[in-house]
């Protein structure tokens, strides 16, 4: 005996023009490029050191005298690379180094040359890495919805154009490096030696 129910025919496929494609493709960058974003930002809190609890603080805000100093704590008081050490700085250096080469790279890594020089070791350069850093933590800011319909701006008049006259500066960081993309050179300058208390000029 034949079944009686009546027989639901095959939806038809969903088709997407390609106009919309592109905007959802769009749409799915810009939302993974948020999620790494949220990525790197819940990884930084992680290595935060914990607030100090409100019973260890008087009144007026101070911490109380048997309080801990948050320079004194295990993790550092800044969001700034230089202040982190251990696992929370190579954290931050593989996010600002998927940042450095998959966005600021190529959009704004001109031609090298002697009076543009760049280094592909620029994480290997202390001051780079600081300058690199701070304009990515301006990013961040400059490029939230919260910093208002001018804020890319201010972030490239403000911030970009000053890191990169002083980053790709003939005298610069990487003034020893490369020149020649046909011809890579790495050599990080040397710094001077601190002075020793006590040392009569």
């Keep these: ?22 905007d959802l493709a769009s749409t799915l960058a810009k939302t993974m490029a948020e999620v790494r974003q949220h990525g790197v930002i819940l990884d930084r809190l992680g ?14 805000g101070a911490p109380a005298a048997g309080a801990a100093d948050p320079e004194q704590g295990d993790g550092p008081a800044s969001v700034f690379i230089l202040a982190l050490g ?23 890594g001109r031609e090298i040359s002697t009076t543009r020089p760049w280094c592909a070791q620029w994480h290997e ?29 201010t972030w490239h008049r ?16 990487f003034a020893a490096c490369t020149t020649s993309a046909n011809r890579p050179n790495h050599r990080v300058l040397a710094t001077p030696a601190p002075e020793q208390p006590g040392v009569a000029a």
């Design 86 to 108: 251990g696992k929370a700085y190579a954290v931050e250096l593989a996010a600002l180094s998927d940042w450095v080469n998959y966005l600021f790279l190529p959009v704004y």
């Design 1 to 22: 005996m034949s079944d009686p129910s009546p027989t639901t025919p095959d939806p038809e496929p969903f088709r997407v023009s390609d106009v919309d494609l592109d």
């Design 158 to 173: 403000d911030h970009l154009d000053q890191t990169l006259v002083h980053l790709r500066a003939p005298d610069g960081p």
């Design 125 to 153: 350069h202390p001051e780079a890495v600081a300058r690199l850093h701070a304009l990515w933590l301006a990013w961040q800011q400059f490029t939230d919805v919260e910093a208002g319909l001018s804020g890319p701006s």
């Design 47 to 60: 290595s935060e050191p914990a607030p100090v609890p409100a019973a260890d603080q008087h009144a007026d």
